[in-house]
């Protein structure tokens, strides 16, 4: 179990325009709610906050906040980021007590290398990444290790064969956490498919060409007929004129 010790002040300003003056002063805004007693805005160094989660172990750190002398246990809830900076600018804390069970998320850790990875070339898949569990605050584990070396290629784990103590898990059993499929395997096309596909069809070039010529073929011939027509004339009139002189 992970304590954490944090110092706020309460926050007077709120809404978004509060938010946001606070941000600038170097806080982080919050709310503290819980055990049914009227939310209290909060403010938390933003500096102080990073130092203490960066020290914390686990996913689920107990919080023991000091607001104005007061004195609450707590667990964060929620945790807002900008999405550009990744700063936080938002924490939700939960008043709690140490004597009663509580829901929370505690992430899986998966442990070894499976046979199905390193004998036979296979991919290891998390499909489930947290389980949800009841129980005490000082009995949450800050992760949940599970061994998945034996997965062979088409071998899954579910929910059911996490190994909790003093834990009750509230996600389904048959889940599944991990499974091994088999490796991804590219489909290379045969060289006379690829080379078929990469040449340019000629057909319809040569095709248009040849219509080209042929229509290039029928308007000349009337024109050679015409330039014979043009020729003879001249001839018959020759033929005509020495006839007329003999007489």
């Known amino acids: 179990m992970s304590v954490i010790s944090l110092r706020g002040s309460p926050r007077e300003r709120l809404g ?6 606070t941000r600038a002063a170097g806080l982080i805004p919050g709310v503290l709610y819980g055990h049914g007693e009227t939310p209290v805005p909060v403010a938390i160094g933003a ?19 000091t607001v104005t002398g007061k004195d609450y246990t707590a667990l964060i809830r929620d ?39 390193k004998d036979a070339g296979g991919i290891l898949e998390q499909i489930l990444r947290t389980v949800t569990v009841r129980c005490l605050p000082t009995a949450i584990p800050g992760s949940i290790d599970l061994d998945v070396s034996r997965l062979a290629i088409g071998d899954s784990i579910h929910v059911k064969e996490l190994a909790v103590e003093g834990v009750e898990v509230l996600t389904d059993l ?14 290379e096309k045969p060289v006379e498919e690829v080379a078929a596909a990469a040449e ?24 050679k007929e015409a330039k014979e027509g043009k020729e003879a004339k ?14």
């Open 16 to 21: 978004k325009g509060g938010a946001r003056k």
């Open 79 to 117: 945790v807002q980021y900008d999405p550009l900076t990744h700063d936080v600018i938002h924490l939700d804390f939960q008043h709690i007590s140490l004597t009663e069970r509580i829901e929370v998320q505690v992430p899986i850790h998966l442990t070894g290398l499976p046979v199905g990875v």
């Open 200 to 223: 340019v069809p000629e057909l319809s070039v040569e095709r248009g060409k040849k219509e080209e010529e042929g229509e290039e073929g029928k308007e000349g011939k009337p024109a």
């Open 47 to 65: 500096r102080d906050f990073q130092l203490a989660i960066a020290e914390s172990k686990g996913g689920n750190p107990i919080i023991n906040l």
């Open 174 to 187: 048959e889940t599944t956490v991990a499974t091994v499929v088999p490796p991804t395997v590219m489909e």
């Open 234 to 247: 001249p001839a018959r009139e020759a033929k005509g004129k020495e006839a007329k002189e003999s007489k």
